[in-house]
């Protein structure tokens, strides 16, 4: 397991969330990903939730909120 922090740009609150990958995948899904791949190709075991706060740092609950309809 990850432990990954990012900075959510909503709130500048530094969250933290638990990746299930290693080191090496993370690693290997974030060189794909800048050099082109979509998000989903680099990371197809992540949930979309989880690929949302490698790019983003937004957490699901946080998103969720922001972006509900109705909104």
């Not at 993370?26 to 979309?48: C, M, S």
């Amino acid at each position: 397991m990850l432990l990954l922090e990012r900075k959510c740009p909503f709130s500048g609150t530094l969250n933290t969330m638990e990746l299930p990958l290693t080191h090496r995948e993370y690693d290997r899904g974030i060189a794909k990903w800048e050099n082109g791949a979509l998000i989903q190709v680099a990371f197809p075991t992540l949930t979309a939730d989880e690929r949302e706060f490698i790019k983003t740092g937004i957490m699901p609950n946080t998103w969720h909120s922001v972006f509900a309809e109705g909104n």
